[in-house]
């Protein structure tokens, strides 16, 4: 690396002084340099496909819809809603998660290509939505579960996306033994996958570059990730404030999709 610094301190004064253009270019430097670069990325990278995010004013929380006005948005995608009304969870789930017709955008094809070209090692999301990996992406932890993939509850066999949105069962029931088919998504008061989150883990510990797009880590399971880093760069890609920009090298405000058109 070109750069050599006394301090993290002067290293992060170094970078904070530099032009927009600079940083990109100090950005496509970092990435081209770094042996193990990993993307931790939230709803930011999908809302450019069309799919709504959660908390922001246009976001899902904040749909109006008679049908669930008596409900809190987090119990519509809780397990409790799941476990005692199951017929509710389902309604919301169909009308409000069916991304099946959706496309990856821009930001999606540049990630799944810098993976292809070694410049990246994976991506840990958390969205649901499956559009990683419809881009091209191979490695990608969805510490949020996804949409893709359904499971019977009962006997645990397996289905695909289509079983329970294209369902005409109120609450959609496995063939083999009449268990309900439920979404491999991780509800609110569920633990996350075991497998995702502890390859995530490892990923995070072993980067030497992390780059955080498109959250503002205001939940908890990515913050905690991040936190867990301590390679050298750490650059961060999102359109409103976070929480940790004060421990960033390079901070970019602005739209993920961005990255496209960075030539880097």
């Not at 253009?21 to 970092?30: D, P, V």
């Not at 930001?107 to 290509?113: E, I, P, V, W, Y």
């Not at 292809?116 to 840990?124: H, K, M, P």
């Not at 990683?132 to 289905?159: D, L, P």
Request: net charge neutral.
């Amino acid at each position: 690396m070109k750069w050599e610094f006394a301090s993290d301190k002067e290293k992060k004064n170094y970078f904070r002084r530099m032009t927009e253009a600079q940083k990109i270019e100090a950005f496509g430097e970092i990435l081209a340099e770094s042996s193990y670069a990993v993307f931790l990325g939230g709803a930011g990278v999908s809302t450019e496909s069309g799919i709504p995010d959660f908390r922001s004013k246009n976001g899902l929380y904040h749909k109006t819809d008679k049908r669930f006005s008596k409900y809190k948005p987090e119990y519509l995608l809780s397990y409790s809603c799941l476990k005692k009304e199951p017929e509710v969870f389902f309604d919301y789930y169909r009308k409000n998660l069916d991304a099946r017709s959706i496309e990856p955008n821009a930001a999606h094809k540049r990630l799944a290509q810098w993976e292809a070209e070694g410049r990246i090692c994976g991506v840990i999301t958390q969205n649901i939505d499956g559009l990683h990996q419809k881009a091209g992406s191979k490695n990608v932890q969805e510490i949020h579960g996804t949409t893709w993939k359904n499971h019977c509850v009962s006997c645990h066999k397996e289905y695909g996306v289509d079983f329970i949105f294209d369902s005409n069962d109120l609450v959609p029931k496995c063939p083999e033994c009449g268990g309900v088919v439920r979404p491999d998504v991780t509800l609110y008061g569920e633990f996350l996958p075991e497998e995702a989150h502890q390859n995530s883990v490892r990923m995070i510990q072993f980067a030497d570059l992390l780059i955080i797009g498109g959250t503002s880590l205001a939940v908890g399971s990515a913050a905690n990730l991040a936190h867990m880093f301590h390679g050298k760069y750490l650059v961060i890609i999102n359109k409103t404030k976070t929480k940790m920009e004060g421990m960033a090298d390079l901070v970019f405000h602005d739209s993920i999709g961005k990255i496209d058109a960075w030539g880097i």
